[in-house]
């Protein structure tokens, strides 16, 4: 079984959804940059507040800083892992090549959920988190549009890509995504 992910996809795609069924199934560590910045936002440290001035307007937090998160979190050889929202721009996707290449722990799948902008619209204004309203969304949408998509392309390129249509019900997609990972 494959068990070093990514999970790549628009805002609302259910990466956080699915990445937490599919770690504790699997015993892989999850980890969301998304759910650690806001951690770091609730606890009101340093990084938190820096952080909480971009997410709260739908744009990316700066690489450096999401960086010294995920490096801090990565460490265990043994313990697959699937990352959820990382990374979300090239230059993010070229740092953590080179630290799992220190780490001699290569990512062996990269999932993209594929979702309508319609449904995505409609999910996230239904979840209703601080960052989950209409202006917001499509700040997010058209960020991930210009930043994240030419993940896409260099993951593909790399043979690590693999699409889902995530537009299904939530068991329905868990059960796609487990039929590649094993
Ligand atoms: P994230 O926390 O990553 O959140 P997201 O992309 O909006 O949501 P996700 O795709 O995980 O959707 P979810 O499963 O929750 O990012 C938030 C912010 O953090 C970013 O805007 C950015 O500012 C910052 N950030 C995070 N990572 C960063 C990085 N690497 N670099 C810089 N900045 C970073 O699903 C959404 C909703 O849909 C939920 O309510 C869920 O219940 C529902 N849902 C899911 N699947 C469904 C289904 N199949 N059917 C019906 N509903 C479904």
Do not use: C
Not at 22 to 48: A, C, F, M, P, Q
Request: hydrophobic share 40%; no cysteine.
């Amino acid at each position: 079984m494959k068990k070093r992910l990514l999970f790549l996809g628009p805002p609302g795609a259910g990466k956080g959804t699915q990445a937490s069924r599919i770690s504790t199934k699997y015993n892989l560590l999850h980890l969301s940059t998304g759910d650690l910045l806001r951690s770091e936002v609730k606890e009101g440290t340093e990084l938190g507040k820096e952080a909480a001035i971009l997410m709260d307007k739908g744009e990316l937090v700066s690489d450096k800083l999401v960086l010294s998160i995920v490096e801090k979190k990565i460490i265990s050889p043994n313990q697959g892992w699937l990352l959820d929202g990382f990374p979300r721009n090239l230059s993010q996707a070229n740092s953590l090549e080179s630290l799992l290449k220190k780490l001699s722990q290569p990512i062996e799948l990269v999932l993209l959920l594929e979702v309508s902008d319609q449904l995505l619209i409609e999910r996230l204004l239904a979840r209703g988190r601080s960052d989950d309203n209409e202006e917001t969304i499509a700040n997010r949408l058209e960020i991930y549009r210009e930043k994240t998509t030419p993940l896409i392309e260099h993951y593909s390129r790399l043979d690590l890509l693999h699409s889902i249509n995530g537009d299904g019900g939530i068991n329905q997609i868990e059960a796609a995504i487990e039929e590649i990972l094993i």
